[in-house]
């Protein structure tokens, strides 16, 4: 007996964290869309791709609706609330990083015309969490809140090459696709690549990532000396050329660095000591 009572006890528990999973599943999912282009998500979509009725969906959204994560368009779908960008800014502002290298960045961008990027890791990707651009930069495509495979960026080689040990095994565990015809899929190139980027200091998207978008980006480690992003300069391939690489290259390298002393990195001050100006 005291089993069966234990058991309906537990089953308002289950249900809630069910329904908590698809809410956030829900969120996810009109994110996703909405961030690809989709003006707003139908009920019938949300409906098909929780494999839910279309009342199961109304009654998971009702909450988010009244606390503005989600909101109704005029076709009756859903997009993204205000509630939903502010807990983003939120999540933003809490950022060190961002704070930190808003002033290298911008510095960067005026100096060089180019698009300048900040990243974060998580998993086996990077996330844009900050970009800048200038009058006369070429405009990107590059957004805010997405995310790329770190296989085909030079952030993602840029923290594969000085981050942890065990994350280019992780990257390469995951399926290569060629975005572009320059794309590096074999696993035996890219682990090469990796070589080369920790030997010269920055990583190298040479059109890997969008056809005629050329990319170099360096580590930016925090107080633990530990990386916790990278910062890169893009533009297209005609005016970012090949033989600039190297010299905007090592200038990416020392304003990670600043970046880096700034989060408080001991290595990064006497790296920064040790390099020429």
Known sequence: MRAVETNAAEAPVRNAALSL??????????ADRTRNGAPSVSLTTLSGELGTSKSTVLR??????????????ADAGFTLGLGSLLLGQSYLEGIDLRAAAAP???RTAEQTGLT????????TDIVYVDKVETRGTVRMGSRIGNRLPMRNTA?????VAFGDP?????VLATPATAVTEHSITDDDRWRQ???RTRDRGYGIDDRENEPDIRCVAAPVLDHANQVVGAMSISGLASGFRASAV???GDGVVRTALEISVALGSSSAQLALARSPR
């Open 166 to 170: 065990d994350l280019l095994g992780r």
């Open 246 to 248: 190297r010299e905007l």
């Open 155 to 159: 952030s993602g080689k840029a923290m």
């Open 193 to 195: 690549e990796i070589g």
């Open 116 to 123: 300048c990027h900040l990243v974060v890791p998580d998993g």
């Open 60 to 73: 998971l959204t009702a909450p988010m609706l009244e606390n503005d994560l989600l909101r109704r368009t």
């Open 21 to 30: 999973r698809r809410g956030l599943r829900i969120l996810d999912l009109v």
């Open 104 to 106: 290298f960045l911008r």
